[in-house]
């Protein structure tokens, strides 16, 4: 629970201080409305993500595996216009408090969020605890 609260905080942290510096991207409000655009980002971000892997499943098991040739490039095309897309759709939700230029603004904004959601990772989490208990065995 600390780690989705902190991943918020720092959501809202780049949406408030970060953003703005970043040519293209117009954020407009306090940081409480930085929390609000960070959750609906977090939403929007855990509904296309949900809505792309349960339509990847589908498919692949509808062609026995053959659409993973397809599939797999697209995913690693995927990673960076995933978060640009969601940045953009958080943008029409909340025009008067954050909006873009372009696509390339969104696309470097979505890039930075994405590198949050990697050091924010459940995953990463473990491995620290891991190797913090490996250090202290050793």
């Known amino acids: 629970m600390k780690l989705y609260l902190f ?13 703005p510096m970043i040519p293209g991207i117009q954020f407009h409000g306090d940081f409480g409305h930085a929390l609000a655009a960070g959750a609906l980002f977090a939403f929007l971000g855990w509904v296309v993500e949900s809505i ?3 339509l ?16 797999v490039p697209l995913w ?5 216009f995933i978060p640009a ?3 953009r759709w958080t943008a029409e939700f909340i025009p008067s408090v954050l ?11 979505g890039l930075l969020m ?8 459940g995953d990463v989490k473990k491995r620290v605890k891991q190797t913090k208990k490996t250090e202290t065995n050793a």
């Not at 994405?114 to 990772?121: A, Y």
């Open 76 to 80: 690693l095309f995927g990673f960076w």
């Open 114 to 121: 994405f590198c949050i959601g990697i050091v924010t990772s």
């Open 85 to 87: 897309l969601v940045l």
């Open 7 to 19: 991943r918020l905080v720092l959501i809202a942290s780049t949406f408030y201080f970060i953003f």
């Open 52 to 54: 792309a892997v349960a």
């Open 99 to 109: 909006s873009f230029t372009g696509w390339a603004p969104a696309i470097w904004g």
């Open 56 to 71: 990847s499943a589908i498919i692949t098991i509808g062609t026995l595996g053959l659409a993973l040739l397809v599939l």
